[in-house]
């Protein structure tokens, strides 16, 4: 290793190719080539935690479904409806995944937003407003504010559609943009939507996943309810790229969908682990494809 780092163009580092057999055959044998290295780099590849103890920032924001299609919140068989323990899929959904990714973001705070409803005083159907109904501050404290903020939204919204995802994505993307303009591996934004997976802007979504795709952001999709998600599994990219209307293809896969049904009955953390599997190697392949370390050197004990 000391002789390539020294190596230069002037003084490369030659290494003899010597074949034993030929050695030993012929006195004259001198060597079957020389491979001379000219210049060599040593460039290191940084792990997730990497980023994550050098200084780089998860922001974590949640989007919440409320069309029509989730059925009546008052009807025991609506996806929204909250059982006497308290609990619905929607609930669990966030529990399970904010609880995880939490211990990633230093100040706790989740912007929380809600699509697909009639919102008051209006009743204009929004695709992106705050749980909280505060536009300039949309921020939740933890997961229990954001679970807060979904039980007092609930009751004062009417469910309604189209579903669309393109704005909530293109709204993460605007910040995750901003971050972008520091040049440092300072912040990465995280999307968590949770969808009865029925889309109506399919086209315009698939564009904006594109788009996200050279900015540092993820899209997590938990599928709640026992809909068709061939669409959610579309998004999801892992068959191959996922490309714009236009044809474009995404440059990496940001998007990883779960469908919550199949954790039901399983402990917590399975739906966790299975959400969050991909998302460290998305942070590190990013930061690699856009040429960026830690914004602190990581001390290694």
Same mark, same amino acid.
């Given at each position: 290793?000391?002789?390539?780092?020294?190596?230069?163009?002037?003084?490369?580092?030659?290494?003899?190719?010597?074949?034993?057999?030929?050695?030993?055959?012929?006195?004259?044998?001198?060597?079957?080539?020389?491979?001379?290295?000219?210049?060599?780099?040593?460039?290191?590849?940084?792990?997730?935690?990497?980023?994550?103890?050098?200084? !780089?920032?998860?922001?974590?924001?949640?989007?919440? &479904?409320?069309?029509?299609?989730?059925?009546?919140?008052?009807?025991?068989?609506?996806?929204?409806?909250?059982?006497?323990?308290?609990?619905?899929?929607?609930?669990?959904?966030?529990?399970?995944?904010?609880?995880?990714?939490?211990?990633?973001?230093? &100040?706790?705070?989740?912007?929380?937003?809600?699509?697909?409803?009639?919102? /008051?005083?209006?009743?204009?159907?929004?695709?992106?407003?705050?749980?909280?109904?505060? /536009?300039?501050?949309?921020?939740?404290?933890?997961?229990?504010?954001?679970?807060?903020?979904?039980?007092? !939204?609930?009751? +004062?919204?009417?469910?309604?559609?189209?579903? $669309?995802?393109?704005?909530?994505?293109?709204?993460?993307?605007?910040?995750?943009? +901003?971050?972008?303009?520091?040049?440092?591996?300072?912040?990465?934004?995280?999307?968590?939507?949770?969808?009865?997976?029925?889309?109506?802007?399919?086209?315009?979504?698939?564009?904006?996943?594109?788009?996200?795709?050279?900015? /540092?952001?993820?899209?997590?999709?938990?599928?709640?309810?026992?809909? &068709?998600?061939?669409?959610?599994?579309?998004?999801?990219?892992?068959?191959?790229?996922?490309?714009?209307?236009?044809?474009? /293809?995404?440059?990496?896969?940001?998007?990883?969908?779960?469908?919550?049904?199949?954790? +039901? $009955?399983?402990?917590?953390?399975?739906?966790?682990?299975?959400?969050?599997?991909?998302?460290?190697? +998305?942070?590190?392949?990013?930061?690699?494809?856009?040429?960026?370390?830690?914004?602190?050197?990581?001390?290694?004990?």
């Amino acid at each position: 290793m000391k002789r390539l780092e020294a190596a230069s163009r002037s003084a490369p580092a030659e290494f003899e190719c010597i074949n034993s057999k030929k050695k030993q055959k012929k006195k004259s044998y001198k060597n079957s080539g020389v491979v001379s290295v000219k210049v060599c780099q040593i460039t290191r590849e940084y792990t997730f935690l990497d980023y994550i103890m050098g200084g !780089c920032q998860i922001n974590f924001t949640v989007g919440i &479904d409320f069309t029509g299609s989730n059925g009546d919140p008052r009807s025991p068989d609506s996806l929204h409806y909250i059982s006497p323990q308290g609990v619905n899929e929607y609930l669990s959904a966030i529990w399970s995944v904010g609880l995880v990714v939490q211990d990633y973001d230093s &100040d706790k705070m989740f912007p929380a937003f809600g699509f697909g409803a009639q919102i /008051p005083p209006s009743w204009q159907v929004s695709h992106e407003f705050p749980l909280n109904f505060n /536009p300039t501050n949309p921020f939740c404290a933890g997961v229990e504010g954001v679970i807060e903020a979904y039980r007092m !939204c609930l009751p +004062q919204v009417k469910l309604y559609g189209p579903t $669309n995802f393109a704005p909530i994505i293109n709204h993460m993307a605007r910040f995750a943009q +901003q971050a972008l303009q520091q040049k440092t591996a300072s912040q990465y934004f995280v999307l968590l939507i949770i969808t009865d997976g029925v889309i109506t802007d399919m086209d315009q979504t698939r564009g904006a996943i594109v788009a996200a795709s050279r900015l /540092p952001m993820s899209i997590i999709i938990v599928g709640v309810g026992k809909a &068709d998600f061939t669409d959610m599994e579309i998004l999801d990219g892992d068959d191959g790229r996922l490309k714009s209307v236009t044809g474009e /293809p995404a440059v990496r896969d940001i998007v990883q969908f779960v469908p919550f049904r199949k954790f +039901q $009955n399983a402990p917590r953390e399975m739906l966790a682990q299975c959400v969050l599997a991909e998302l460290p190697q +998305q942070v590190t392949t990013y930061f690699r494809y856009i040429n960026l370390s830690p914004p602190n050197e990581p001390k290694h004990s």
